[in-house]
């Protein structure tokens, strides 16, 4: 079973690799022509390896790295601030406005929206301490302690991938997953964005260092943990829950002892039940939507599957009036499926592949940014500044970052895709490719976006890690 699902993973890196590194280099051709010749140069370097001695120190090294990063964290976030928009800002000014006025504002578009519903109620109660310290505070106030939440969750998670890197390689290997890590420059674009990918950026690598970590004791204690996370990342990003399908999957294929496997799945399934429930319960307790509000306005999941399999697969503000024309949510189900089955007739069985295969492929995976330079930029308190112009989509000297971000994309492409082809039977990787199947499936029949390959992040890095280590060590450089 471990070597099919990595042949699926394989076939599947290998079409991504091929349409989104084609993608990126049409879009730098100098960072496709500079990529070959800047490999050969690392590669050679690494001959130099054994003179280069960081074992004694790296606990050192990497302290002074992620400090490092830490500032470089911070200056990123408040230097590229935007303006309150989508729906990171529409959070934001809910969660003030019940703060400031003790009523909701807005609360069809919650019930319209009821994934962010959770993510609401935890801004009320951080925003109601922030103003019990500062009681004169105001949203200028909760949008930049929002701000320093997002620069630690984005600090966290760098650090665990580094830790959970330090469980797998040697002490050299983990010190250079750690700055590949901290040089994945999107980490920094969305630091300002304490939306729901941050929190489930930094579950999903916490998950996987438990998960590596314990992988070998099979306790039950930590399949409670693991349930709990569980609860947890399902209430923020459902999408993110796709992490610990695949770890249960990995659980019942790797792991010995029937009578272990049931106890312990069955804890983890009656916690997560139970977690998932009292969660929700402290949700609908804290955001009060009026039961009239849900068939009124709330979307089907049909709607983002349509919206999946037209245009270029992502968010279309006509799909959204189309839906919304609709009066109950039984008649928002039936136009959906009607207007998807129609989408479907139209292009036919060639039409869907390339669709899925092709212009998926390139919105979700052909962006070196994660589309982090776009959402930097949208509504830029500072159209004009330093780091705008850099790092920025539309800015003045976007180009050369773009340069260095499709070079980091490419290399990480192909790592994915290495991994597959050199490293089959690592047990510690199973699960990491299997929730990677898991998203491309999801996202080649859901609304797709390169922002929603954030909270993958950490597994995306470690896997494209051991790609190359893996090559390079058939190539005997390590």
Known sequence: MQLFLNSIYTAIFYIIAIVAVTTVVKNSLLAGLLFVPLLIIGLYLLKYRNKISVEKHSNQIWIALQLLSAIFTLIMAFKLQVNLSWDWGQLIK???????????????????????????????????????????????????ATTLVGCILIQATIFTVYKTASLIWSK????????????????????????????????????????????????????????????????IKVLSFIVFIALIMDYLITAKGIKGKVINTFCFLVVFVVVKALLSSFTAATVVIPEEYSD??????????????????????????????FSTYDEKVDATIERFTERVQEKGVAGVATHIFETKVIRTWGNPTYA????AGRH??????????????????????????SLYHIATLLGLLLVGMLSKKNANFLF?????????????????????????????????????????????CI
């Open 94 to 144: 809910t969660a003030t406005f019940y703060v400031l006025n003790d009523e909701w504002d807005n609360l069809s578009y919650y019930a319209r929206y009821p994934n962010n519903q959770f993510w609401l109620a935890i801004l009320v109660y951080f925003f109601t301490m922030v103003k019990f310290i500062i009681p004169t505070a105001g949203i200028g106030v909760f949008k930049a």
């Open 296 to 325: 009124k306005y709330e979307f089907p999941a049909t709607h983002w599957v349509m919206m999946g399999i037209h245009g270029i697969g992502s968010f279309d503000q006509n799909d959204v009036d189309y839906t919304a024309s």
């Open 172 to 235: 050299k290997k983990a010190l250079v997953v750690g700055v590949i890590t901290i040089a994945c420059v999107p980490f920094y674009l969305y630091s300002q964005f304490a939306y729901t990918d941050l929190p489930a950026l930094f579950l999903v690598a916490l998950t996987c260092y438990l998960y590596v970590k314990t992988k070998s004791e099979q306790k039950m204690i930590w399949f409670i943990i693991f349930g709990i996370i569980a609860a947890v990342i399902f209430q």
């Open 380 to 405: 830029s308190v500072s159209e004009d500044g330093v780091f705008q112009k850099f790092f920025t989509i539309n800015g003045e000297w976007y180009w050369l970052y773009n340069i260095y971000a």
């Open 372 to 375: 982090g330079s776009d959402y």
């Open 432 to 476: 990491m490719k299997t929730a990677l199947i898991g998203i491309v499936v999801f996202l080649s029949i859901w609304e797709c976006n390169s922002r929603y390959l954030l909270s993958f992040l950490p597994i995306i890095i470690l896997l494209s890690c051991e790609g190359w280590f893996a090559l390079m060590k058939r190539r005997k």
